[in-house]
């Protein structure tokens, strides 16, 4: 059974810091790349940051220099460090695993609400 369980989210002021996790099981880690999402209220949902199995990233322009992703595939667990948050930032956070092999699998965890205060 997969399982990509997020946490850290929570409530914090503008300029502050989280470090969501996801850890996840059920799933050879190393072949997938990993990604967090995040959905604002009435949004699409849209890709925040993505690590490749080869370390490389990817950002939204939104979060370029703010957010930083990382991966353990020790611990089968990525991150995402976010500093400097903004309102706009406010939405549930989801993480979602896609194995690079021929058949993508894809995974969703059940997402993690980051509220970001004024």
């Known amino acids: 059974q997969v399982q990509l369980v997020e946490s850290g989210g929570g409530l914090v002021q503008a300029g502050g810091s989280l470090r969501l996790s996801c850890a996840a099981s059920?799933?050879?880690?190393?072949?997938?790349?990993m990604a967090w999402y995040r959905q604002a209220p009435g949004k699409q949902r849209e890709l925040v940051a993505l690590?490749?199995?080869?370390?490389?990233?990817n950002y939204a322009d939104s979060v370029k220099g703010r957010f930083t992703i990382s991966r353990d595939n020790a611990e089968n667990t990525v991150y995402l460090q976010m500093n400097s948050l903004k309102p706009e930032d406010t939405a549930v956070y989801y993480c979602?695993?896609?194995?690079?092999?021929?058949?993508?699998?894809?995974?969703w965890g059940q997402g993690t609400q980051v509220t970001v205060s004024s």
């Open positions: 690590i490749t199995t080869g370390g490389s990233t």
């Open positions: 059920g799933i050879i880690f190393s072949i997938n790349n």
């Open positions: 979602n695993s896609k194995s690079v092999t021929r058949l993508r699998y894809e995974y």
